[in-house]
């Protein structure tokens, strides 16, 4: 059998937004392409927290506090710098509600840089958050 991988093979790692990654990469220097470059690493940052390869909250908080500081030096809109830390304070805690929120705001606020396919690898995140909202909320 061809198709199939021996048993001590591992699966093939997967990447979560290669459209947002292709996205940033198209934009001219500037202004869009830092937007979806913000937007790309907070949605990367916020993939952290999923399970089932969940990093531990202190190691998150680590990653939001080095990216808060990347985020000075870049030049985003107004509106979208404030969702942006939000979101990346958010990163660092285990509450899927407050996350999935946070990023619906940075999806809103950067909606004009954001194509359709990068704009639903963002949506699949929020749902996929929501979800893991709903569960903590039974539990």
Same mark, same amino acid.
């Given at each position: 059998?061809?198709?199939? /991988?021996?048993?001590?093979?591992?699966?093939? *790692?997967?990447?979560?937004?290669?459209?947002?990654?292709?996205?940033?990469?198209?934009? *001219?220097?500037?202004?869009?392409?830092?937007?979806?470059?913000?937007?790309?690493?907070?949605?990367?940052?916020?993939?952290?927290?999923?399970?089932?390869?969940?990093?531990?909250?202190? /190691?998150?908080?680590?990653?939001? &506090?080095?990216?808060?500081?990347?985020?000075?030096?870049?030049?985003?809109?107004?509106?979208?710098? *404030?969702?942006?830390?939000?979101?990346? =304070?958010? &990163?660092?805690? @285990? =509450?899927?509600? &407050?996350?999935?929120?946070?990023?619906?705001?940075?999806? &809103?606020?950067? @909606?004009?840089?954001? @194509?359709?396919?990068?704009?639903?690898?963002?949506?699949?995140?929020?749902? =996929?958050?929501?979800?893991?909202?709903?569960?903590?909320?039974?539990?």
């Amino acid at each position: 059998m061809l198709g199939t /991988l021996p048993p001590y093979a591992l699966a093939a *790692p997967t990447f979560r937004f290669p459209a947002l990654a292709s996205l940033a990469g198209r934009r *001219p220097l500037g202004g869009e392409r830092e937007m979806a470059l913000a937007v790309f690493v907070g949605a990367h940052l916020a993939a952290g927290a999923l399970p089932p390869a969940s990093l531990p909250a202190s /190691l998150r908080a680590t990653r939001a &506090t080095a990216a808060r500081s990347w985020l000075t030096a870049l030049a985003l809109p107004a509106p979208l710098r *404030p969702l942006l830390s939000r979101l990346l =304070d958010a &990163t660092a805690r @285990d =509450d899927f509600a &407050t996350l999935a929120t946070a990023l619906a705001g940075v999806v &809103t606020a950067a @909606d004009k840089v954001l @194509d359709p396919a990068s704009r639903r690898e963002l949506e699949t995140l929020g749902r =996929d958050m929501k979800r893991l909202a709903e569960g903590q909320e039974r539990e």
